[in-house]
């Protein structure tokens, strides 16, 4: 099937403005993450979901940045009045479950990368 | 955020030589280990993983060793092909599974 799907693949943005980052899931997938992977960095953590449990919001970065879930399938990553320092490739991943290492693993999107000028 | 300490940040290899990515962590309470691998453009996609239940697994040319007591685990790439030349990321993940830390990355090179 489909792996997880993000768009738009590349997003330029003037600076001050507000940005929508769009991930679909692997279908049946009750878990997405949402990671920022800043140029020659490591994976930065922003937000979890789990089925409709609270999500994790606890690497959120500012309060310029938010997510959702829609009907626990789609999400969106906002980023209100972006910033340089936003600019980054934000990554989506999915798991079919809690990731636990006995066989349920994330898989990831192929990113949207944002640049704000 | 618990850190996950990777080293070198870089690698440039020959054919057929072994490529070796170390990692370190803090958190005692991470309980599994996967390695991602990065192409450019593309997401990380899982590699290979361990459970600190054992010190280490193979999968064909691909290697993890775990060593609990320093909490250090690193990756051995045997026969390296210019087509492992990507970007490597080690992660761990705590009991309560929600999210994986990663390190920051090892960029291979494999050279003809």
């Known amino acids: 099937g489909a792996g997880v799907s993000q768009s738009p693949s590349n997003k330029v943005t003037e600076k001050g403005k507000d940005v929508e980052l769009r991930c679909d899931p692997i279908s049946g997938h009750t878990a997405l993450y949402w990671y920022r992977q800043s140029l020659g960095q490591g994976l930065e953590f922003l937000i979890y979901f789990q089925g409709n449990s609270a999500p994790d919001k606890s690497g959120l970065p500012s309060d310029r940045f938010s997510a959702e879930r829609t009907g626990g399938s789609v999400s969106t990553l906002t980023i209100q009045r972006t910033q340089q320092e936003d600019s980054a490739v934000y990554l989506c991943?999915?798991?079919?479950?809690?990731?636990?290492?006995?066989?349920?693993?994330?898989?990831f999107g192929q990113g949207t990368r944002l640049t704000v000028v | 955020q618990q850190q996950v300490k990777q080293s070198p940040q870089s690698l440039i290899v020959q054919k057929g030589g072994i490529s070796i990515i170390n990692c370190a962590y803090e958190n005692t309470a991470f309980d599994y280990f996967p390695w991602y691998q990065q192409f450019p453009g593309k997401g990380p996609a899982l590699l290979i993983a361990i459970r600190p239940d054992v010190s280490e697994k193979k999968e064909g040319r691909f290697t993890i060793s775990f060593n609990k007591s320093a909490k250090q685990f690193s990756l051995h790439i045997m026969d390296s092909q210019p087509g492992d030349s990507a970007t490597y990321f080690c992660a761990s993940l705590g009991a309560a599974g929600n999210k994986l830390t990663f390190g920051g990355g090892t960029r291979v090179l494999v050279k003809p």
């Open positions: 991943a999915s798991s079919l479950g809690i990731v636990n290492g006995l066989g349920t693993e994330a898989f």
